[in-house]
């Protein structure tokens, strides 16, 4: 009797699988690397176990990156393990190539990189000739036994899945192409001068990287403009209201207008001259005034179910988590709890034949005694509102997963970031079905008719009257007016009887500045990348131009995370700063005139390609040629550039030049004196804005060129590619008779420059280290891992964990990092001094296990002034005096 084997993409699922199906076909073994009865063989991957390599000949090693053996477009695919994972891809393969082992079953994640795990594996296990076995595709949704025993019963054939397996492998060997080919080209353009600077890119992580950078250029181009608003307070007859002046003839320009030269900062409240908004307001003060009032009800429904992308952005919006901790919470709510359906979706709807289930979810949480939102699905039960709508319910806008939404299963034993999350995601679910929000909005336009001209003033108020869905996230019509100041839009205005005549008692001229646009944080960069570039806000166009954004929704977060782990981004609070590398590679890919590597939308364009041969619409031949046609053009482009620099906004430093006393500004490569005038050729000196691999920051520049000396700076790395810590400076070489760059390692210099080997002997340790768990020791002028420095034991470093002795200033004591090692944390230190700000501050020491890293904790301040009284806050606070009252 021949058996099918399943194969999953991780053993927690595999579990699940055996689990489901105990009651169905029998009891399984339990074996060292798969269960096995009767009918099946459940075995797992532990993500990817295999992964796509050049054939031999066109394999090219690192330091050896040259534009001779470039472009590599290889004529086919081979395929090689990974070798964390060698021995399970060993014990997979063996179960595959069983003979009683007649079919197989894709049970690996329902998406496009699920796909991928099981063909790399199938290819694999088969070789030339294939296993020649039939496969069968399980699609899950729901991780809930029941769901697992239906997706049996609906297997999906071979032939179905053929288009997606395409998609799969063409969007990682088109990955592979690009970022092989685009790294090595850009990293032997920017070593033609010697050394090996590392300069990576990918066919979706560098445009994404340029969205962020053109907002950043944007925003240290922008001038501040002042302008003024005239505030306005009338007296009627039953009391006050305010309005603010405004030009009733103004229209906002149109993109194109603003391409033609029209002013994109013009609102119809800003006045540009204080002489005009002083005249106008000394016109109109103490005169009467006339009015006119419209008001009419609207309503607001609420957002949308979420897909992976919108759920990603609220929880960065709302809790600050990152888009891989979301994605991380989600994946455990629904493979380890059961409590969520699939995550990795892109679709923000219901199957049109799941009203049944969606009622009896409800029931589930209206019967969760624990579960606050309790109330909330009782009263959408009792009242009907569960209903089959097309906003909710729309095959149309189903791909090949629905809506993330809460499962069958009653959650517990949730962390406190998963309880976050789920209660995110259910709250969501049931206010969906909820009524629409019901406002009455009034616009007031009070009118001073004075000598030559009448001035215009609006008065806006919206009043919640029926919270509607917003009931289900805490928000009450009382409480909502009660909350309400005057100027806001929610205020409750004093009534004007028709015809009544109001009197002007006061203007007010308020000045203010133009503000840049904001910086991206992980949310709105998310956003605009489902938007393909473009900071897309409208649930409904975001959905209409998914298909054309920057990667996937299971891809994004990794996408951001690989720009923060390349020193591409860094994290400042929520908001994603661009470093001087990410600034480098932009004036290097535009001076190339690489379009393809330097405009999101032209990347958007590529995924919608991937989603068309997901659908059978366009064949895995003609998307791979434009592939290779683009990746021939990147490095023709590099090999064939021929100028000296590249164009692009460079600095002028401040400081002069340390020799002669010239300018010293920054060219592509280097900072240099340029001479007295700022254009000649100057007296030679000059430093390279990325040494050790690791580029300059211009404040980073100016404090090296003032101080002669910066540090200690982490990101370097060495010949042997290991990452290491180090001080640099600027010392005057009799020699050459020039102030020349230098690495200080201190102590360490001889282990760094000449690869002589660390001996810890009997030393001490500290403690274990926080990565790896080996010793810790005192090395020169740091503090490192055993493992991070070459020894006779270990040539090769396995650990980077390093910090130095002296931080900002502040000298760190053998003490406080035992502290620091064994407790996480060091006492309060007192004399740290900031590099930019060249001020003192105190801080901890603390290990950041997320980021792997040793960061600042400050301590917490007081409050200068006492936190603003919400409608929340009053009702508790009111609850807490009756209480002790009582």
Same mark, same amino acid.
């Given at each position: 009797?021949?058996?099918?084997?399943?194969?999953?993409?991780?053993?927690?699922?595999?579990?699940?699988?055996?689990?489901?199906?105990?009651?169905?076909?029998?009891?399984?073994?339990?074996?060292?690397?798969?269960?096995?009865?009767?009918?099946?063989?459940?075995?797992?991957?532990?993500?990817?176990?295999?992964?796509?390599?050049?054939?031999?000949?066109?394999?090219?090693?690192?330091?050896?990156?040259?534009?001779?053996?470039?472009?590599?477009?290889?004529?086919?695919?081979?395929?090689?393990?990974?070798?964390?994972?060698?021995?399970?891809?060993q014990a997979v393969v063996k179960l595959a190539k069983r003979k009683d082992v007649g079919a197989l079953i894709n049970a690996c994640d329902a998406g496009r990189e699920g796909e991928l795990i099981f063909r790399l594996i199938e290819q694999y296990a088969g070789g030339a000739k294939g296993l020649n076995k039939p496969v069968k595709r399980l699609w899950l949704q729901s991780m809930t036994p029941q769901a697992i025993r239906e997706g049996f019963e609906q297997l999906r054939s071979d032939e179905?899945?053929?288009?997606?397996?395409?998609?799969?492998?063409?969007?990682?060997?088109?990955?592979?192409?690009?970022?092989?080919?685009?790294?090595r080209a850009m990293t032997a353009f920017n070593s033609r001068d010697g050394g090996f600077f590392l300069t990576t890119v990918g066919r979706v992580q560098t445009p994404t990287l340029a969205v962020v950078v053109e907002r950043e250029e944007k925003i240290r181009a922008f001038k501040s403009r002042d302008y003024w608003e005239i505030h306005a307070s009338f007296g009627a007859q039953a009391g006050q209201y305010p309005g603010k002046w405004f030009d009733p003839a103004f229209k906002k320009p149109t993109p194109k207008q603003i391409e033609d030269g029209a002013d994109a900062e013009a609102r119809a409240e800003r006045l540009w001259t204080e002489a005009e908004a002083q005249a106008i307001a000394q016109a109109v003060r103490g005169q009467p005034a006339s009015v006119s009032e419209e008001s009419k009800p609207t309503t607001q429904a609420c957002g949308l179910l979420y897909d992976l992308t919108s759920l990603q952005r609220e929880a960065n919006s709302r809790f600050g988590f990152s888009a891989k901790t979301t994605l991380a919470l989600a994946q455990s709510l629904y493979e380890k709890h059961k409590a969520l359906t699939y995550p990795r979706t892109d679709s923000r709807a219901l199957p049109e034949d799941y009203l049944g289930t969606v009622k009896q979810t409800f029931e589930m949480l209206a019967d969760s005694p624990l579960n606050h939102l309790a109330p909330h699905a009782l009263v959408a039960l009792n009242q009907g509102y569960l209903k089959p709508t097309k906003r909710v319910f729309d095959n149309s806008k189903v791909s090949d997963h629905f809506a993330i939404i809460p499962t069958l299963q009653a959650p517990s034993g949730l962390s406190e970031a998963e309880q976050k999350l789920y209660d995110l995601v259910a709250r969501r679910f049931i206010a969906v079905f909820y009524p629409p929000a019901e406002f009455m909005v009034t616009t007031r336009i009070t009118r001073v008719a004075v000598p030559g001209a009448t001035h215009h003033f609006k008065t806006e108020g919206k009043v919640l009257v029926k919270p509607g869905w917003m009931a289900v996230y805490g928000k009450e019509a009382a409480a909502d007016a009660e909350d309400a100041k005057d100027g806001d839009k929610g205020q409750n205005l004093v009534a004007v009887q028709p015809g009544e005549t109001v009197r002007t008692d006061e203007a007010l001229v308020k000045a203010f500045k133009t503000r840049p646009p904001a910086r991206y944080t992980e949310a709105t960069l998310l956003a605009a990348m489902e938007g393909a570039g473009k900071l897309v806000e409208d649930d409904e166009l975001r959905h209409a131009m998914a298909d054309k954004g920057l990667g996937t929704p299971a891809t994004r977060a990794a996408i951001i995370e690989g720009l923060l782990t390349e020193k591409y981004l860094l994290r400042e609070g929520r908001e994603l700063v661009p470093t001087a590398k990410a600034f480098q590679l932009m004036t290097l890919l535009r001076g190339l005139g690489v379009e393809e590597l330097s405009k999101p939308e032209l990347t958007g364009e590529w995924e919608h390609k991937l989603s068309l041969m997901e659908r059978g619409q366009l064949s895995r031949e003609a998307f791979m040629r434009e592939i290779a046609a683009m990746t021939e053009r990147i490095v023709r482009k590099a090999k064939e550039y021929d100028r000296d620099t590249v164009p692009g906004n460079y600095a002028t430093l401040r400081t002069p030049c340390p020799n002669c006393g010239g300018i010293v500004k920054e060219n592509y490569r280097r900072f240099a004196c340029t001479g007295a005038d700022g254009q000649g050729e100057g007296c030679g000196f000059s430093f390279g804005k990325s040494p050790g691999g690791r580029t300059f920051e211009i404040e980073e520049a100016e404090a090296l060129l003032r101080d002669k000396r910066i540090g200690p700076l982490e990101g370097f790395r060495s010949k042997a590619g290991w990452p290491f810590v180090a001080e640099l400076t600027l010392k005057f070489s009799d020699e050459d008779k020039n102030w020349k760059l230098e690495f200080d390692f201190g102590d360490d210099k001889a282990d760094e420059e000449t690869g002589e080997l660390a001996d810890f002997g009997d030393a001490e340790s500290l403690g274990p280290?926080? !990565?790896? /768990?080996?010793?810790?020791?005192?090395?020169?002028?740091? *503090?490192?891992?055993? +493992?991070?420095?070459? $020894?006779?034991?270990?040539?090769?470093?396995?650990?980077?964990?390093?910090?130095?002795?002296?931080?900002?200033?502040?000298?760190?004591?053998?003490?406080?990092?035992?502290?620091?090692?064994?407790?996480?944390?060091?006492?309060?230190?007192?004399?740290?001094?900031?590099?930019?700000?060249?001020?003192?501050?105190?801080?901890?020491?603390?290990?950041?296990?997320?980021?792997? !890293?040793? /960061?600042?904790?400050?301590?917490?301040?007081?409050?200068? *002034?006492?936190?603003? +009284?919400?409608?929340? $806050?009053?009702?508790?606070?009111?609850?807490?005096t009756r209480k002790v009252a009582g």
């Amino acid at each position: 009797m021949t058996k099918t084997l399943v194969i999953a993409e991780k053993p927690s699922v595999a579990q699940d699988i055996v689990r489901a199906l105990t009651p169905v076909t029998g009891k399984f073994d339990k074996h060292d690397d798969h269960y096995e009865n009767d009918h099946y063989v459940v075995t797992s991957a532990v993500g990817h176990l295999v992964e796509i390599a050049a054939p031999e000949a066109y394999d090219v090693k690192r330091g050896k990156w040259s534009f001779a053996h470039l472009p590599v477009i290889p004529p086919h695919f081979d395929l090689k393990p990974i070798d964390k994972t060698k021995s399970r891809l060993q014990a997979v393969v063996k179960l595959a190539k069983r003979k009683d082992v007649g079919a197989l079953i894709n049970a690996c994640d329902a998406g496009r990189e699920g796909e991928l795990i099981f063909r790399l594996i199938e290819q694999y296990a088969g070789g030339a000739k294939g296993l020649n076995k039939p496969v069968k595709r399980l699609w899950l949704q729901s991780m809930t036994p029941q769901a697992i025993r239906e997706g049996f019963e609906q297997l999906r054939s071979d032939e179905q899945m053929r288009p997606l397996a395409d998609a799969a492998r063409s969007r990682s060997e088109a990955d592979w192409l690009v970022g092989i080919n685009g790294t090595r080209a850009m990293t032997a353009f920017n070593s033609r001068d010697g050394g090996f600077f590392l300069t990576t890119v990918g066919r979706v992580q560098t445009p994404t990287l340029a969205v962020v950078v053109e907002r950043e250029e944007k925003i240290r181009a922008f001038k501040s403009r002042d302008y003024w608003e005239i505030h306005a307070s009338f007296g009627a007859q039953a009391g006050q209201y305010p309005g603010k002046w405004f030009d009733p003839a103004f229209k906002k320009p149109t993109p194109k207008q603003i391409e033609d030269g029209a002013d994109a900062e013009a609102r119809a409240e800003r006045l540009w001259t204080e002489a005009e908004a002083q005249a106008i307001a000394q016109a109109v003060r103490g005169q009467p005034a006339s009015v006119s009032e419209e008001s009419k009800p609207t309503t607001q429904a609420c957002g949308l179910l979420y897909d992976l992308t919108s759920l990603q952005r609220e929880a960065n919006s709302r809790f600050g988590f990152s888009a891989k901790t979301t994605l991380a919470l989600a994946q455990s709510l629904y493979e380890k709890h059961k409590a969520l359906t699939y995550p990795r979706t892109d679709s923000r709807a219901l199957p049109e034949d799941y009203l049944g289930t969606v009622k009896q979810t409800f029931e589930m949480l209206a019967d969760s005694p624990l579960n606050h939102l309790a109330p909330h699905a009782l009263v959408a039960l009792n009242q009907g509102y569960l209903k089959p709508t097309k906003r909710v319910f729309d095959n149309s806008k189903v791909s090949d997963h629905f809506a993330i939404i809460p499962t069958l299963q009653a959650p517990s034993g949730l962390s406190e970031a998963e309880q976050k999350l789920y209660d995110l995601v259910a709250r969501r679910f049931i206010a969906v079905f909820y009524p629409p929000a019901e406002f009455m909005v009034t616009t007031r336009i009070t009118r001073v008719a004075v000598p030559g001209a009448t001035h215009h003033f609006k008065t806006e108020g919206k009043v919640l009257v029926k919270p509607g869905w917003m009931a289900v996230y805490g928000k009450e019509a009382a409480a909502d007016a009660e909350d309400a100041k005057d100027g806001d839009k929610g205020q409750n205005l004093v009534a004007v009887q028709p015809g009544e005549t109001v009197r002007t008692d006061e203007a007010l001229v308020k000045a203010f500045k133009t503000r840049p646009p904001a910086r991206y944080t992980e949310a709105t960069l998310l956003a605009a990348m489902e938007g393909a570039g473009k900071l897309v806000e409208d649930d409904e166009l975001r959905h209409a131009m998914a298909d054309k954004g920057l990667g996937t929704p299971a891809t994004r977060a990794a996408i951001i995370e690989g720009l923060l782990t390349e020193k591409y981004l860094l994290r400042e609070g929520r908001e994603l700063v661009p470093t001087a590398k990410a600034f480098q590679l932009m004036t290097l890919l535009r001076g190339l005139g690489v379009e393809e590597l330097s405009k999101p939308e032209l990347t958007g364009e590529w995924e919608h390609k991937l989603s068309l041969m997901e659908r059978g619409q366009l064949s895995r031949e003609a998307f791979m040629r434009e592939i290779a046609a683009m990746t021939e053009r990147i490095v023709r482009k590099a090999k064939e550039y021929d100028r000296d620099t590249v164009p692009g906004n460079y600095a002028t430093l401040r400081t002069p030049c340390p020799n002669c006393g010239g300018i010293v500004k920054e060219n592509y490569r280097r900072f240099a004196c340029t001479g007295a005038d700022g254009q000649g050729e100057g007296c030679g000196f000059s430093f390279g804005k990325s040494p050790g691999g690791r580029t300059f920051e211009i404040e980073e520049a100016e404090a090296l060129l003032r101080d002669k000396r910066i540090g200690p700076l982490e990101g370097f790395r060495s010949k042997a590619g290991w990452p290491f810590v180090a001080e640099l400076t600027l010392k005057f070489s009799d020699e050459d008779k020039n102030w020349k760059l230098e690495f200080d390692f201190g102590d360490d210099k001889a282990d760094e420059e000449t690869g002589e080997l660390a001996d810890f002997g009997d030393a001490e340790s500290l403690g274990p280290c926080l !990565k790896c /768990g080996s010793p810790v020791h005192m090395h020169g002028s740091h *503090y490192v891992c055993s +493992k991070a420095v070459p $020894t006779a034991a270990q040539p090769t470093p396995s650990c980077d964990f390093k910090s130095a002795t002296t931080i900002l200033q502040q000298d760190i004591a053998p003490e406080q990092m035992r502290k620091l090692l064994s407790m996480g944390k060091t006492d309060l230190l007192e004399h740290f001094v900031s590099n930019k700000t060249r001020r003192a501050f105190k801080a901890y020491l603390v290990w950041d296990p997320g980021a792997g !890293k040793i /960061g600042f904790e400050f301590e917490p301040r007081d409050r200068k *002034y006492p936190a603003r +009284k919400t409608a929340a $806050t009053r009702k508790t606070a009111a609850k807490a005096t009756r209480k002790v009252a009582g």
